[in-house]
């Protein structure tokens, strides 16, 4: 364990026996302090939205197909022309210092060791140069809390552009942070610095409160901000956050090149849609004109294959793998991806897909449990 400014950070470094990515959040409970466990486990307000992004997959079925003739189905995939073993990607998250001294650094190995896609916050405890180099060359996407102050933009984006990062997230559903009442109870306060706001004048974030972190956050975004960045670095920019399908089509009339469907995990409007149910209007809405990457209470491997049957590209999650982390650094960011690929291995083969491609085209029915 190493201790930073009274805070217990777990060193662990160990492969996780996993039954079943639900079952990690008690047991990572046990390690990480109460202060840091309910900033990464609540939602907002009752936590009603958090807890139907998991259940709404039990609103579409997947078709079992048994005599399609296939075996050994293949989860690898690709997007931007990037190839990865499985698609499966780790969600943009903040303060990973919560749960592991090594922080993002540990979760970039993990990743990438697994073949998978990872996201980068801004407000990370590691900086994006070292992230990235813990990657060792696999592809990254760093994720933008757009800020008042343009300046500080430009520097971030500059930073993940010398890194070499693949694409920018731009988050714009957190312009303020969400009513989350664990961080209330708790009085919570990061105890680790930020590694990207150390150099700025508003400080690093360190034995701040969420709500201070965020009023430095853009309140006010539009098209426009969209375009800006786009033409400022000349990468893709995926918007996230999106819910709608206006939403969608706003940001690719702005030239957004991909779409993240994604409600925070539940942690900032409360009382919003469950992610899953929003996700087949917008991928109607898309038709295909870009890519769309979904996240909000992914568990299973049947979760990946529905919301990839339901119109995305890539499927991501956050509080699995950072409790792999806590419970198992590097290694365990590693098993809780290879878990949940392997589920979907399984998932594939009952369902008589061999390729992502064609569980993109499989056919869900729908019937309210
Ligand atoms: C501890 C934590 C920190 C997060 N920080 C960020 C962040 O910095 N930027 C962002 O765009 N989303 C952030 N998110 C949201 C995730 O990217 C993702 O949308 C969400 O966690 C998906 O839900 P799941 O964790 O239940 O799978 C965070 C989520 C958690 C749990």
Known sequence: MTIVNGYEQSDREQKLDILNLPSLENAAKKIIPA??????????????????????????????KALSNIENPDTSTS???IDLKTPVMMAPAAAQGLAHS?????TAEGVAAAGALMAQSTYSSTSIAATAAAAGGAPQFFQLYMSKDWDF???????????????????VDATVDGYRESDIINDFQFPIPMANLQKFAEGDGKGKGIGEIYASAAQK???????RIAEYTKLP?????IQSPEDALRAIGAGAAGIYVSNHGGRQLNGGPASFDVLPAIAKAVNKRVPIIFDSGVRRGSHVFKALAAGADLVAFARPAIYGLALGGSQGVQSVFEHITHELTITMQLAGTKTIADVKQAPLTHFNY
């Open 35 to 64: 202060g840091g466990f309910g900033y990464i486990s609540g939602g907002s307000e009752d936590n009603w939205t958090l807890g139907a992004n998991t259940s709404a997959f039990n609103h579409a079925q997947i078709v079992p």
């Open 79 to 81: 997007i931007f022309g």
């Open 102 to 106: 090594r922080g993002e650094v540990s």
């Open 153 to 171: 933009n430009y520097a971030l984006l500059d930073e993940a552009k010398k890194a070499g990062v693949k694409a920018i997230i731009l988050t």
């Open 221 to 227: 975004i539009n098209e426009d901000d969209v375009r």
């Open 237 to 241: 920019v995926i918007v996230k956050g």
